[in-house]
């Protein structure tokens, strides 16, 4: 096979594709913005040096910003949108009911029904929130029956990544691929063509979480069980003679180093006084505090005060009069993307006054051992992270009603409205019509769209929302640099040196080694990264090797949507690892596994029904 010579452009293509998978890597660096310097670099590229062939511009700049108007994006977005209908009504409820009470009399079956229910609904909707749904249900369960909830969260999670291969739409990466494929002359899938050879594979992984898995995976407790100090609202009675006896409410501020909260100042029964920094405290005022336990008692001594609790005017605190945080409760809030405070901090949310609670503590997704304790207000948060907060109640039900974050305790059921059933029937709508080809996935989706906003399923703030900018911003960035690979005949290159590397093998070798390295790009790369790159480089090895390209686009497709290795190659992966309380090396030991697994059925179950 004569080896195909690269040229300046190509050989500069595949240097920034490169940069792109590096960047793509760096935690510290947003998505979208690495997304953005990429399309900028190769854009600005090409316009101030044309890449000319037989006398033409074969690729222009230009032709980089159609991935902003790609049938595969299109569809991805508005599938988002309606998928958020399917969460904000609460139409799956019934079902989480069903499962919830599986689990507290059957765990083992109930296990077994929660895998073969995610992994179906994940083939019809986007699994983050099947993910949402579940995950407050099995931390709720696992309270109740004293199980350990590590042993069965991952597994949770990680089968809704293989439903979410069965189908066109079962994941943004199937949708791109198809979209990328039908672009380049291949026939169009159907919606099912390939959910043969993923029960197959999938129905050996799915038996491998349920049977194996947990065993392989230690009791972990979850970062934010209880970890850190309550907060406690007080009352210090000054004393005559003491520190604060006479001096200004700035002096008293300032011997407490300025940490010290006060919520008011009572004189008398019937008198508050002002939080003026000039105000001067007298005997027999009492100050309204909230701090914890250990930090109560030191501004008492500090003051010369006397700590009471809140409620309590007679006794003071002491050993035998404990404090008591009458009516608090504790919650985990998992940062979700569209979440309120996803990229932003709790100051810029104005977090404490629109919703009532005190931030705890903060364990960072990406950090698994890191739990900060310091000032919270200033730290950015990113998806995965989880906040532990306190307050009422009442405050803690109403953040769960509003939707908007996720609430791990699994106390309350999510909300079910009169709009589920509507909610149910536009989403069955969807897939009917893209099943049997009545209208492209698109135009379907479109349609749903439109249908779950004019029924009030949707508002259009919940609708923009649930779109994911670097999710986008990836995808366009992607496709732009696949089609430069193509135009450049880079992809053919890489294609021939792969086939060269590999001659003399038999092409079912060939396609399990490709497959072998798209799981093991996308296990550091998104997703949505390796298989626009991917793509076009399959098609042309079919070419090379002059067989149908059908099962080495299904190798890509598969290959990157094996995401089960580590934390951060499937954003759910994210999630599940702090509600679980997972290390880095409790994916390894159960990814690693189920990703030879599903590998090795691949590699035998698509040479033998595409002939290969």
């Given at each position: 096979?004569?080896?195909?010579?690269?040229?300046?452009?190509?050989?500069?293509?595949?240097?920034?594709?490169?940069?792109?998978?590096?960047?793509?890597?760096?935690?510290?660096?947003?998505?979208?913005?690495?997304?953005?310097?990429?399309?900028?670099?190769?854009?600005?590229?090409?316009?101030?040096?044309?890449?000319?062939?037989?006398?033409?511009?074969?690729?222009?700049?230009?032709?980089?910003?159609?991935?902003?108007?790609?049938?595969?994006?299109?569809?991805?977005?508005?599938?988002?949108?309606?998928?958020?209908?399917?969460?904000?009504?609460?139409?799956?409820?019934?079902?989480?009911?069903?499962?919830?009470?599986?689990?507290?009399?059957?765990?083992?079956?109930?296990?077994?029904?929660?895998?073969?229910?995610?992994?179906?609904?994940?083939?019809?909707?986007?699994?983050?929130?099947?993910?949402?749904?579940?995950?407050?249900?099995?931390?709720?369960?696992?309270?109740?029956?004293?199980?350990?909830?590590?042993?069965?969260?991952?597994?949770?999670?990680?089968?809704?990544?293989?439903?979410?291969?069965?189908?066109?739409?079962?994941?943004?990466?199937?949708?791109?691929?198809?979209?990328?494929?039908?672009?380049?002359?291949?026939?169009?899938?159907?919606?099912?063509?390939?959910?043969?050879?993923?029960?197959?594979?999938?129905?050996?992984?799915?038996?491998?979480?349920?049977?194996?898995?947990?065993?392989?995976?230690?009791?972990?407790?979850?970062?934010?069980?209880?970890?850190?100090?309550?907060?406690?609202?007080?009352?210090?009675?000054?004393?005559?003679?003491?520190?604060?006896?006479?001096?200004?409410?700035?002096?008293?501020?300032?011997?407490?180093?300025?940490?010290?909260?006060?919520?008011?100042?009572?004189?008398?029964?019937?008198?508050?006084?002002?939080?003026?920094?000039?105000?001067?405290?007298?005997?027999?005022?009492?100050?309204?505090?909230?701090?914890?336990?250990?930090?109560?008692?030191?501004?008492?001594?500090?003051?010369?005060?006397?700590?009471?609790?809140?409620?309590?005017?007679?006794?003071?605190?002491?050993?035998?009069?404990?404090?008591?945080?009458?009516?608090?409760?504790?919650?985990?809030?998992?940062?979700?993307?569209?979440?309120?405070?996803?990229?932003?901090?709790?100051?810029?949310?104005?977090?404490?006054?629109?919703?009532?609670?005190?931030?705890?503590?903060?364990?960072?997704?990406?950090?698994?051992?890191?739990?900060?304790?310091?000032?919270?207000?200033?730290?950015?948060?990113?998806?995965?992270?989880?906040?532990?907060?306190?307050?009422?109640?009442?405050?803690?039900?109403?953040?769960?009603?509003?939707?908007?974050?996720?609430?791990?305790?699994?106390?309350?059921?999510?909300?079910?409205?009169?709009?589920?059933?509507?909610?149910?029937?536009?989403?069955?709508?969807?897939?009917?019509?893209?099943?049997?080809?009545?209208?492209?996935?698109?135009?379907?989706?479109?349609?749903?769209?439109?249908l779950m906003i004019a029924t009030g399923c949707l508002n259009w703030r919940e609708a923009a929302a649930s779109l994911s900018i670097p999710v986008v911003m990836i995808i366009v960035t992607a496709l732009a640099l696949g089609k430069a690979l193509l135009g450049t005949g880079m992809a053919d290159y890489i294609a021939v040196s792969f086939v060269n590397s590999a001659s003399g093998l038999p092409a079912p070798v060939i396609l399990s080694a490709f497959m072998l390295l798209m799981t093991v790009m996308t296990n550091i790369v998104s997703n949505n990264a390796a298989a626009a790159i991917g793509t076009p480089i399959a098609i042309s090895i079919a070419a090379q090797l002059n067989v149908s390209p059908e099962p080495f686009v299904l190798a890509v497709l598969f290959g990157a949507n094996m995401s089960f290795a580590t934390p951060y190659g499937y954003q759910t992966n994210l999630l599940v690892m702090t509600a679980g309380g997972y290390?880095?090396?409790?994916?390894?030991?159960?990814?690693?596994?189920?990703?030879?697994?599903?590998?090795?059925?691949?590699?035998?179950?698509?040479?033998?029904?595409?002939?290969?």
């Open positions: 096979m004569q080896p195909i010579t690269p040229d300046a452009h190509g050989l500069a293509v595949l240097l920034l594709t490169v940069l792109a998978l590096f960047l793509f890597t760096r935690d510290n660096i947003p998505l979208e913005s690495s997304s953005l310097a990429i399309l900028i670099i190769l854009t600005a590229g090409f316009a101030l040096f044309p890449y000319v062939k037989d006398g033409e511009v074969a690729v222009g700049p230009i032709d980089f910003f159609a991935g902003f108007g790609n049938e595969a994006l299109i569809a991805i977005c508005a599938l988002m949108m309606v998928g958020k209908a399917l969460e904000t009504t609460g139409a799956l409820q019934p079902l989480a009911n069903v499962v919830g009470k599986a689990w507290a009399t059957q765990p083992v079956l109930a296990l077994a029904a929660t895998l073969v229910a995610g992994a179906i609904l994940s083939a019809f909707m986007n699994n983050t929130p099947i993910v949402v749904l579940l995950m407050p249900i099995i931390v709720g369960a696992s309270l109740r029956s004293k199980f350990a909830v590590s042993g069965v969260m991952m597994p949770m999670g990680l089968a809704t990544i293989i439903g979410g291969m069965s189908t066109t739409i079962g994941t943004s990466t199937n949708l791109l691929v198809v979209g990328i494929s039908r672009d380049m002359g291949m026939h169009e899938f159907t919606m099912f063509e390939w959910v043969l050879p993923t029960i197959i594979v999938g129905g050996a992984g799915l038996l491998f979480l349920w049977l194996v898995a947990p065993r392989l995976l230690p009791d972990r407790t979850p970062p934010m069980a209880d970890t850190t100090p309550r907060i406690f609202s007080a009352q210090l009675h000054v004393k005559e003679g003491g520190f604060a006896d006479g001096k200004s409410l700035s002096e008293v501020l300032a011997k407490a180093d300025g940490n010290l909260r006060i919520d008011k100042i009572q004189r008398t029964e019937s008198l508050f006084l002002a939080k003026l920094p000039s105000v001067i405290i007298q005997p027999g005022d009492r100050l309204f505090v909230k701090d914890s336990p250990e930090n109560l008692k030191h501004y008492e001594s500090l003051l010369g005060a006397t700590l009471f609790n809140l409620s309590d005017n007679e006794h003071p605190v002491d050993d035998d009069t404990p404090l008591k945080a009458e009516g608090q409760q504790l919650a985990e809030v998992v940062i979700t993307r569209g979440s309120p405070l996803h990229l932003r901090s709790l100051a810029a949310a104005r977090f404490t006054n629109s919703y009532g609670l005190l931030p705890l503590a903060l364990h960072r997704a990406r950090a698994p051992s890191s739990q900060v304790t310091g000032d919270l207000n200033l730290i950015r948060l990113r998806a995965g992270d989880v906040l532990l907060v306190q307050g009422t109640r009442e405050a803690i039900a109403q953040l769960k009603d509003s939707g908007s974050m996720l609430v791990l305790d699994g106390t309350t059921d999510l909300p079910h409205t009169h709009r589920a059933k509507r909610a149910l029937a536009v989403m069955a709508f969807v897939v009917l019509a893209a099943a049997l080809g009545v209208m492209p996935i698109s135009v379907s989706a479109m349609v749903g769209l439109g290390k880095f090396g409790d994916f390894l030991r159960v990814g690693i596994p189920l990703t030879v697994i599903m590998w090795i059925g691949f590699s035998l179950v698509l040479p033998m029904l595409y002939q290969l």
